[in-house]
Structure formats: structure tokens, C-alpha cells
């Protein structure tokens, strides 16, 4: 039996869950990479609603500059903020990020997801 092509919200999902440990990828990647172009507001929505307790790791999208997008000081922003910093990924207390270090970029090929010191 044939499986049915997942939605877009699945798309999404299936993108961000590769989105490797220490890395990071903005709302306009993840839609690029799900196929959806440039509706990156769309990727916002479907991490909204990702199930309770969803392993998905939704921290790891960022905006397009490079800075968390979740109120600042707001339970969701603190928990995106701790599991970067878990994971090695350095936050300034603004919520920004640097892209160029950190950004997952899987079309560059093999070594690209690890984090060059």
C-alpha cells in the first residue's frame, strides 16, 4: 500500500527534526528545505503546533537575523534560550545568535554540520 505524501505541516516537522545538535536554521530555511519556498511564516505556525511533548527540536529555528523570536523573558524564550546553550550554541543576552557559525546548511555537503573552531 502506497503512504500518502505527508502535509505541510509534516514537511516542516520532518525538516526541523534533521536540523542536527548545535546547529540552527532560520524560518526561511526550513520552509525552502520542506519544499514550501519562502513561507517561513508558515514553519512559525506548524511549530506552534507541534504536539505536547514533541521531541521535534523547534528551538534550533531562529529568525532571519540570527535572534530567537519568542518574547523576550517569556517561559518559551528561556527554554529556546537554555537548550541552545545546552547545546553549545552561544546567546547574547538580546537573544542573537551568530548565522555564520552556526547556521545548518545541509546543501554544502559532507562536514557541514560540524561546528568549525
Known sequence: MDRPEP??????WQVVALIPAGRVATYGDVARQAGLGR???RVGLALGQLPEGSRIPWHRVVNSAGKLSLPAGSPAERQQRQR??????????????????????????????????
Open 7 to 12: 502535509d505541510n505541516k509534516q514537511r516542516i
Open 39 to 41: 513561507a517561513a511564516r
Open 84 to 117: 541552545l546553550l545546552e547545546e553549545g550554541i552561544t546567546v547574547t543576552a538580546s537573544g542573537r545568535l551568530d548565522l555564520a557559525r552556526w547556521r545548518w546548511q545541509p546543501d554544502r555537503g559532507p562536514g557541514s554540520e560540524t561546528t568549525c573552531e
